[in-house]
């Protein structure tokens, strides 16, 4: 059981209809609340802040600035598969009740500390990957656990992913679901050479260490699809000083329902190419693109992303329409 709250934080990305939206649904739960711009959301310690939008809204609020002291309400637009969402927009009448009630608990979710080669260093929510910066290109490089040489490996990349990340891109990749309840993080190889390698999950205490690497072109470091730099020889990932606070309510079969669903989409994926799967996760992630901004994403072959969408769009998991701004160009979305 939480404290009883009477009073909060409400922010957000370019959401703010939205935000006044849910300060009036938490006042009349009694519920005081405040709405504050994103880059002042962290400077509150000790309070609960309440963030809206979407999972990538979240994220791009979560690299905004220094990672907030308080206690995360996060409220989703939509019913998500995201480990992140503390609530839908929906229940949030209902959610605001067991807040005055002090009817909830508060998740310590561990998180990721990614360092380049002793020097740029990054905290990512869901997982930092390593990739080629040229597309088509292998990979290789040296995993080290706790300073112990695991394995050698040519690959397409290699990312380590954080328990909330483990139903982000790490399962597209064939990583395996965590539940986000448990201290430990995953490395997961991406399309590599070697077929038995496999998941491989380690303690959150444990020093990840992408040592050795090669690739024509260069590799880069990139953080919850977000941040990209470039990288020397190296990556360590190791568990982030502070941890995410999330709070979380009782009786609502959140994560087992977001479990089910992460399956069904597994099942949905498993006739798919593994580059259309690549292009179905980048659209669940950043929502409506046009093919220009998926080939930047995704860094595919030109050819081979038409082939992709033409294959989404056929099968009906995506949806293909007209720029209402320009109408020679298209745009892609996944089907709801």
């Given at each position: 059981?939480?404290?009883?709250?009477?009073?909060?934080?409400?922010?957000?990305?370019?959401?703010?209809?939205?935000?006044?939206?849910?300060?009036?649904?938490?006042?009349?739960?009694?519920?005081?609340?405040?709405?504050?711009?994103?880059?002042?959301?962290?400077?509150?310690e000790g309070e609960v802040l309440v963030v809206v939008g979407d999972d990538r809204d979240v994220l791009r609020f979560l690299h905004s600035g220094p990672l907030p002291e308080a206690s995360l309400l996060i409220v989703g637009l939509?019913?998500?598969?995201s480990f992140l969402t503390s609530v839908e927009l929906e229940d949030l009448a209902e959610a605001a009740a067991h807040l005055v009630e002090g009817?909830?608990?508060?998740?310590?979710?561990?998180?990721?500390?990614?360092?380049?080669?002793?020097?740029?260093?990054?905290?990512?929510?869901?997982?930092?990957?390593?990739?080629p910066k040229r597309t088509a290109t292998l990979m290789g490089y040296t995993l080290f656990l706790d300073g112990e040489p695991v394995w050698g490996d040519r690959?397409?990349?290699?990312?380590?992913?954080?328990?909330?990340?483990?139903?982000?891109?790490?399962?597209?990749?064939?990583?395996?679901?965590?539940?986000?309840?448990?201290?430990?993080?995953?490395?997961?190889?991406?399309?590599?050479v070697d077929l038995t390698r496999r998941p491989?999950?380690?303690?959150?205490?444990?020093?990840?260490?992408?040592?050795?690497?090669e690739a024509e072109g260069g590799v880069e470091l990139v953080v919850d699809g977000l941040i990209r730099r470039p990288v020397g020889s190296e990556v360590v990932f190791t568990r982030s000083e502070r941890p995410l606070r999330l709070i979380r309510f009782p009786g609502r079969p959140a994560i087992a329902g977001k479990m089910e669903r992460k399956v069904l989409l597994a099942e949905e994926n498993l006739p798919l190419p593994p580059s259309a799967r690549l292009v179905r996760k980048v659209l669940e992630?950043?929502?409506?693109?046009?093919?220009?901004?998926?080939?930047?994403?995704?860094?595919?072959?030109?050819?081979?992303?038409r082939y992709c969408?033409?294959?989404?769009?056929?099968?009906g998991v995506v949806k293909r329409t007209n720029d209402p701004d320009d109408f020679r160009r298209k745009l892609y979305q996944l089907r709801r």
């Open positions: 059981m939480g404290d009883v709250v009477t009073s909060v934080t409400v922010t957000g990305l370019g959401v703010s209809d939205l935000v006044r939206e849910v300060c009036r649904v938490l006042e009349r739960a009694g519920v005081r609340a405040s709405a504050v711009q994103p880059q002042r959301a962290s400077e509150l939509e019913p998500t598969r009817n909830f608990r508060v998740e310590q979710v561990p998180l990721l500390r990614c360092t380049a080669d002793e020097g740029d260093s990054f905290v990512a929510v869901n997982e930092g990957a390593v990739f690959a397409d990349g290699v990312l380590v992913s954080t328990p909330i990340g483990s139903s982000a891109y790490a399962l597209s990749a064939g990583g395996v679901l965590i539940h986000h309840d448990a201290q430990v993080f995953q490395v997961v190889p991406i399309n590599s491989l999950v380690v303690s959150a205490g444990s020093e990840v260490r992408v040592s050795e690497i992630y950043r929502g409506t693109m046009t093919f220009e901004e998926l080939l930047a994403e995704t860094g595919l072959p030109e050819r081979t992303l969408l033409s294959v989404l769009v056929a099968r």
